[in-house]
């Protein structure tokens, strides 16, 4: 019963916290660390794992724009400058914004992921809410500061592109939101808040898709029953989240949020120090 209530409600936080700009990823890690008393690599190895029903929720959200993506057209657009593809100009440059992205995001990713992997063990639960407080803290400033960039005209560049997707490679760093700083450097980049959010999202399906397949192969993934629980909680709740930040996203700046939330885990650090108590 006790791991029944555990994966279901890190579902629960999956799915909220995955398109709210203050990592997911990290207040996962956090949770499983300090409820099941979890080493950093294993809650980071089951965190992964619970990206997969946000993305299905994404997948599922977005449906007609992705259909309306593998068109045929719109592919052939992408790589070809023919003029019997100008109907589909807007599209096939959107995709081709998202696959130099995503393509950037691993080459930043995967190093990083390969060089720390096998260090997550040794690294102290303490340590870890340090380390990912300061980064929200951070993170969360970006995004202020991001808020008061100028709109401009949409623009899916190459050189837009490659700021982006460098940026999104940081984010396998536990700490550091992988929504957080797409749409901050979205925002940078002139696009409104609820533009960026939504380029956003549709980013993280092939990021995360592929982030998958990699991470299953490099890992020896245990799937069972409560990360299914996981899973399938996550996409209920994720799917429903996508909604409502997409609604609420130019009335709320979840720049607080963040910087909030770093506050916290740092104040918590700081009294286990002083008050002699372990996290």
Not at 58 to 72: D, P, T
Not at 73 to 79: A, L, Q, S
Not at 143 to 171: M, P
Request: glycine share 6%.
């Amino acid at each position: 019963m006790i791991q029944i209530l555990l994966y279901f409600f890190a579902g629960i936080i999956q799915g909220v916290l995955e398109w709210i700009p203050v990592s997911s990823k990290s207040n996962l890690v956090i949770y499983f660390m300090h409820f099941s008393e979890m080493n950093l690599s294993t809650a980071f190895n089951i965190t992964m794992m619970l990206h997969i029903g946000t993305v299905l929720a994404a997948i599922v959200y977005f449906r007609k724009e992705i259909i309306n993506f593998l068109r045929s057209d719109v592919i052939c657009g992408v790589f070809s400058n023919d003029l019997k593809y100008h109907n589909y100009k807007k599209e096939s440059n959107y995709l081709r914004f998202i696959i130099i992205s995503v393509f950037l995001t691993f080459l930043v990713m995967g190093p990083i992921y390969l060089f720390a992997r096998n260090s997550l063990d040794s690294l102290d639960a303490s340590i870890v809410l340090l380390g990912i407080g300061i980064l929200l803290f951070i993170i969360g400033l970006v995004q202020y500061q991001s808020r008061r960039a100028k709109e401009k005209q949409v623009n899916y560049s190459i050189r837009n592109a490659t700021w982006l997707g460098l940026a999104q490679g940081l984010t396998i760093i536990p700490g550091i939101s992988r929504s957080g700083t797409t749409t901050s450097v979205l925002l940078f980049q002139g696009y409104n808040p609820t533009d960026a959010f939504k380029i956003s999202f549709l980013l993280s399906i092939p990021t995360v898709l592929i982030g998958e397949i990699g991470f299953a192969i490099i890992n020896d993934v245990v799937f069972n029953e409560f990360i299914l629980l996981g899973i399938i909680t996550s996409f209920i709740v994720g799917y429903i989240m996508i909604y409502l930040v997409l609604k609420i996203v130019k009335k709320v700046n979840f720049s607080y949020l963040c910087i909030g939330l770093g506050v916290v885990y740092v104040l918590i650090y700081f009294s286990s120090l002083i008050f002699n108590f372990s996290l």
